[in-house]
């Protein structure tokens, strides 16, 4: 009796720890970047996204200059979906910010 009791709770604190690393990884949004199509501009498709979505938070990042110093870690923050803080950009958004890095940055 006391045998059966102490395996239901192993095998109960097992499946717990599965299914709570399991959830974990399921909540992880990956993104992985998509840039067949067209090739992004700063002025149309970049700039409003980075006005709308950062700039309440990051006068910094407003002119292209500034943009350009910071693309690595405005690439890196928005692959990991770290930025922008307490919100999230569509695939496509990511898309347009990560591919138009990709492609080099131009001031177009
Ligand atoms: C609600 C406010 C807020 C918004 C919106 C926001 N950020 Fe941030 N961001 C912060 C704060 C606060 C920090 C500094 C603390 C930190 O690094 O987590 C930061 C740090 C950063 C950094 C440097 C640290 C890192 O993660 O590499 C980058 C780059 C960045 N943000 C980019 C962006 C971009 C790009 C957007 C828009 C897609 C954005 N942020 C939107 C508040 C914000």
Do not use: E
Request: glycine share 8%; with cysteine.
């Amino acid at each position: 009796m006391f045998l059966d009791m102490k395996r239901i709770l192993v095998v109960a604190v097992l499946s717990l720890g599965l299914w709570t690393s399991c959830s974990k990884y399921g909540t992880t949004d990956a993104y992985t970047p998509s840039c067949s199509g067209t090739a992004k501009s700063y002025m149309t498709d970049v700039a409003p996204i980075i006005s709308s979505s950062c700039g309440g938070c990051h006068g910094n990042l407003s002119s292209y200059s500034q943009l350009f110093s910071s693309r690595n870690s405005v690439r890196n923050a928005v692959v990991s979906g770290n930025m922008p803080r307490r919100s999230s950009l569509s695939t496509a958004q990511k898309d347009a910010i990560v591919c138009w890095i990709d492609t080099g940055a131009a001031n177009n």
